[in-house]
């Protein structure tokens, strides 16, 4: 059974996680922030729930604590509905982003997606080669050789279109906004600018559309950002 930590000051809001999702998965509670990274440093878990508005370490605080140390998936779960936050949240780490109030099945759906693409990639992570490989070999990144493999037929790319389909297969489970993609793969003395990295990923998209023209690698995600995309019915 999967292990989720559910980090929440809210008695109420805490009680209510427990109840729903209690029976699917080992919950471990934490009431602040503090208690939640000890906890962390303890234990594994294979998602954390995180509100933002916590006692003595903030969400933010916890969220860039837990990414510094390893890739356990984290779902925000908060009243702050600024798109502002969802973006610093995404931007700090964060998976998913969830608003208060909402739907339990909702937040069980996403809980699942989270989960499923967190077990794809610590399986894509056990390659002793240091490939990413994705749909038991039918889409292949190899960093060393700089070469990229759909359906085992070789896809060219530029350099820069290289580095930054590598960082978004890198996590699948993350959205990464243009300009952290700019911090990223562009150097400090280039161009600096966020159609820059539209243009190289349409780029990508066009390349990758010849090999296989009914798939979408590469999801845009509205507002944000782009995210590598991988399902099990791509073949």
Excluded at 187 to 211: C, G
Aim: glycine share 4%.
């Amino acid at each position: 059974m999967n292990k989720i930590l559910i980090v929440e000051d809210e008695p109420y809001m805490l009680n209510l996680l427990k109840i729903h999702l209690g029976k699917e998965y080992t919950i471990i509670e934490a009431k602040d922030g503090q208690m939640a990274l000890e906890l962390f440093q303890k234990q594994s878990f294979d998602l954390v729930i995180l509100d933002i508005m916590l006692p003595f370490v903030s969400g933010w605080d916890v969220c860039k604590a837990i990414k510094e140390k390893d890739d356990t998936p984290i779902l925000m779960l908060t009243s702050r509905t600024d798109l502002s936050d969802k973006v610093k949240g995404l931007e700090m780490g964060a998976d998913d982003y969830l608003v208060k109030p909402f739907e339990f099945e909702e937040l069980k759906a996403r809980i699942k997606v989270i989960i499923r693409r967190y077990n794809h990639f610590k399986e894509r992570k056990l390659h002793a080669d240091n490939r990413y490989v994705f749909l038991n070999g039918f889409f292949v990144i190899e960093p060393e050789s700089r070469q990229l493999f759909v359906n085992q037929k070789a896809v060219e790319l530029t350099a820069t279109e290289f580095d930054l389909l590598s960082l978004l297969a890198s996590n699948p489970n993350h959205v990464f906004t243009r300009e952290i993609l700019l911090d990223k793969i562009w150097d400090l003395n280039e161009v600096r600018d966020v159609r820059n990295v539209d243009t190289h990923i349409k780029n990508i998209r066009m390349k990758l559309k010849k090999v296989k023209n009914d798939t979408k690698f590469i999801k845009t995600v509205w507002g944000v950002g782009y995210q590598f995309n991988i399902q099990e019915d791509m073949k």
